[in-house]
């Protein structure tokens, strides 16, 4: 049976500590019969609240970290490394987040420096790439793409390539309400299979899980991930609303319970 991932971004939310209590309450109500088959599910956190969410997700739900530094110690003031997350429960990283190229400057060095440490400490690596407007525009989403993923997977090890889950996040549908066709999403999700597989191979690149984010909700599940043969969403805004998340995880166990409905991109 094929895994769907869905990981919700929280982002910097929720706020404070009681409303971190009332979110996770929401979710484990809506787990509370166990997770359903054939979904990873993951909550990526913000780093003060980590710990609480470590103790308070439903059982089996994987806890993530919006950032990571590549220095294991030392002097690196408001830094955290992964060794740090790992000691708090965290399993997997967001690295590269467009919001973080954008409000901390972070460039391709940095990102490739992230998720080589991340990915040497054993943590999973969550690679986000995307074109802005402007790209998409002018035609050059793969170049884009392709150059972003080329630079961030130049400094991971081949033996931890298979940490790596690449999220294809197009600048302008995040927080937008606007999403790309499934077949502009599957044009880039081939871009990434080729450049996963110009750095480790064509095995690797075939195990390595590509997942769509951008205004994902469960109603649009079917054109994001389903028909543009993608392997699981990148959530924000509709992941604090554990009702939402829920309807999503269920849609997504439906579909790979179904089986044999997935299309094989490689007959495409
Ligand atoms: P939205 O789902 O709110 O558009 O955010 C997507 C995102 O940035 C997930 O990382």
Known sequence: ??????????????????????????????????????????????????????????????????????????????????????????????????????????????????????????????????????????GREADAVAEQLGAALSGVPSVHARRIVVAYEPRWAIGTDRVPTPEEILSVRIVIRRAVAERFGHDTAEAVPVLYGGSVRAVSLPETCFDAAMDGVLVGRESLVPDEFGRMACALSERATAGGTVPDIDRI
């Open 1 to 138: 049976m094929k895994t769907y991932h869905l990981i919700g971004n929280l982002k910097m939310n929720p706020v404070s500590r009681d409303a971190v209590d009332r979110y996770l309450d929401m979710l484990r109500h809506e787990f509370v019969d166990g997770l359903p088959e054939g979904v990873a599910i993951t909550v990526a956190a913000p780093f003060p609240y980590l710990e609480r969410f470590a103790s308070g997700l439903p059982e089996g739900v994987g806890l993530a970290a919006q950032d990571v530094f590549w220095e294991g110690e030392g002097a690196y003031t408001g830094e955290v490394s992964s060794a740090m997350l790992r000691d708090l429960g965290v399993s997997s990283v967001l690295v590269g987040h467009s919001e973080r190229r954008r409000y901390a400057r972070e460039s391709d060095d940095d990102i490739a420096k992230k998720a080589a440490a991340a990915a040497e400490a054993g943590l999973g690596v969550v690679l986000c790439v995307g074109e802005t407007a402007e790209e998409r525009a002018s």
